[in-house]
């Protein structure tokens, strides 16, 4: 099992920018992917951005693609995304995820361990 523990999150205007951590401890996931998640008050759990632990290789949503990146630091097991333009519609809690397989990542289904999440407020 992997510990995911998110960091960052916060209060922040429209426009600003916020970097959110996710530290991994546990078994070695260096084969695996991480992705970010996000669920706002009433509305189901959002695919926000994966990355390829292996490659880097990274995907988006496109409803941030353009204003967020997703990246990592293998040295310090730790996924970080950083967020900029930030507009109201982002506001949300923000879950990073770990995953065994390489295949619809943009799929909550497909992840096997989940951080406890981090709130994220965009003001107008």
């Known amino acids: 099992q992997v510990q995911l523990v998110e960091s960052g999150g916060g209060l922040v205007q429209a426009g600003g920018s916020l970097r959110l951590s996710c530290a991994a401890s546990?078994?070695?996931?260096?084969?695996?992917?991480m992705g970010w998640f996000r669920q706002a008050p009433g509305k189901e759990r959002e695919f926000v951005a994966f990355?390829?632990?292996?490659?880097?290789?990274?995907y988006y949503a496109d409803s941030v693609k353009g204003r967020f990146t997703i990246s990592k630091d293998n040295a310090k097991n730790t996924m970080y995304l950083q967020m900029n333009s930030l507009k109201p519609e982002d506001t949300a809690v923000y879950y990073c995820?770990?995953?065994?397989?390489?295949?619809?990542?943009?799929?909550?289904?497909?992840?096997?361990?989940w951080g406890q999440g981090t709130q994220v407020t965009v003001s107008s």
């Open positions: 995820a770990a995953s065994g397989t390489y295949y619809s990542l943009t799929s909550p289904q497909r992840y096997d361990d």
């Open positions: 990355i390829i632990w292996s490659t880097g290789s990274t």
């Open positions: 546990g078994r070695r996931f260096s084969s695996y992917a």
